[in-house]
């Protein structure tokens, strides 16, 4: 009988385990079909960049250099709105400081494979929990500011495809309007005190069961969870930006954006190619979307050839048009990843030794 109810189990848990692991198996179909994707267009690629060998040769080092400024500006910006958000929740955190973390975020989402998304959040949070930033204020400063980025390049990617003639002009203008109304309502529904207590209760329950988590946090959000998601859902409800501090952040973001399509924009002036403003700003977003789907770390290959392919169609010459991907991509991607791990490796050493301080969680209604 026992020997019966071996392979019946065993057959159970072969068929239970593509229910339980459904996440990863449509994660490795979306690598695959990614790398097949690549594949079928790597050798046009190759052909183009070794067409762009005598272009690179002949590149413009100003603009080249205004394309590495801008770059650096534009992820300094975004590491400013996270600075700007924990101001509004009353912690004092050195610009610095948030740089440092900020630039590290970006290398390890850009470059770990599969969980460096969701790794990048986590390092961001740990090291502010390390500065003494309560919990929710260290997640929701990591949080806001690539919700609202996000936003905003749907705003603009839809105004841009209305510009380039892809979209209707009143249309793309009313889904840019719907867009920003649904975030707007969107928001108001999430902060809503029973709303995001219950949602609250379910990401404690969640937490108290991750073992790298703190055990002493993990031990308190086992023994009271309706409480620790009550105290959480306070002191998120400080966190609401006044109008004067929404405005800054949505122009930070504004400009961040701005500063790295521009530098697209000098990489495509550095080696001769003329702005093509509809084409690069549809490019622009295809290297964008390739980034947030998370397929492969940085967009690697989705965003090159979503570029080339993008520029090609618009009638750029293959040879400058490659040049100008292969310098954007450097820069942004290899560059800013390189300068971010360096960074990470110097605040191994810099940053306090000790575990994330257990900083008090302040109540509604106080200071």
């Given at each position: 009988m026992a020997d019966g109810a071996a392979p019946r189990h065993g057959l159970r848990a072969a068929a239970a385990w593509p229910v339980r692991h459904w996440k990863t198996l449509v994660h490795w179909v979306l690598v695959l079909a990614a790398l097949a994707y690549i594949g079928w267009q790597m050798p046009g690629l190759v052909r183009a960049v070794r067409d762009a060998d005598e272009v690179l040769a002949q590149v413009r080092p100003g603009r080249l250099l205004l394309a590495v400024v801008l770059a650096m500006a534009a992820l300094?910006?975004?590491?400013?709105?996270?600075?700007?958000?924990?101001?509004?929740?009353?912690?004092?955190?050195?610009?610095?400081?948030?740089?440092?973390?900020?630039f590290a975020e970006n290398a390890i989402s850009n470059t770990v494979p599969v969980v460096?998304?969701?790794?990048?959040?986590?390092?961001?949070?740990?090291?502010?929990?390390?500065?003494?930033?309560?919990?929710?204020?260290?997640?929701?400063?990591?949080?806001l500011p690539g919700a609202l980025a996000s936003i905003l390049l749907l705003v603009l990617g839809v105004l841009?495809?209305?510009?380039?003639?892809?979209?209707?002009?009143?249309?793309?203008?009313?889904?840019?309007?719907?867009?920003?109304?649904?975030?707007?309502?969107?928001?108001?529904?999430?902060?809503h005190p029973a709303v995001l207590r219950r949602f609250?209760?379910?990401?404690?329950?969640?937490?108290?069961?991750?073992?790298w988590l703190c055990r002493g946090c993990r031990g308190v959000w086992a023994s009271d969870p309706d409480g620790t998601a009550a105290r959480l859902a306070a002191r998120i409800g400080l966190l609401h930006p006044t109008s004067r501090q929404w405005a800054g952040l949505v122009v930070l973001s504004l400009l961040s954006w701005a500063a790295d399509f521009l530098a697209l924009v000098a990489c495509s002036t550095a080696v001769g190619l003329p702005a093509h403003w509809a084409a690069l700003a549809l490019g622009?977003?295809?290297?964008?979307?390739?980034?947030?789907?998370?397929?492969?770390?940085?967009g690697a290959g989705l965003a090159e050839t979503g570029l080339l392919g993008v520029l090609l169609a618009a009638g750029a010459p293959a040879a400058p048009a490659a040049a100008t991907v292969l310098l954007y991509r450097v820069i942004t991607w290899l560059g800013l990843s390189v300068v971010g791990w360096v960074v990470y490796a110097a605040q191994i050493h810099l940053a306090p030794p000790h575990r994330h301080r257990h900083a008090p969680e302040p109540l509604a209604g106080t200071p």
């Open positions: 300094v910006l975004y590491g400013e709105m996270h600075r700007r958000v924990l101001e509004t929740g009353g912690a004092t955190v050195p610009a610095r400081t948030v740089q440092a973390i900020t460096g998304g969701a790794g990048s959040l986590a390092y961001a949070i740990s090291r502010l929990r390390r500065r003494g930033v309560d919990a929710a204020l260290a997640s929701w400063s990591v949080f841009a495809l209305g510009a380039a003639g892809w979209l209707p002009l009143w249309l793309a203008v009313v889904a840019a309007a719907a867009i920003a109304l649904g975030a707007a309502g969107a928001w108001a529904v999430v902060t609250l209760v379910v990401l404690v329950h969640i937490g108290r069961r991750l073992p622009f977003l295809a290297v964008q979307v390739s980034i947030a789907l998370q397929v492969l770390p940085g």
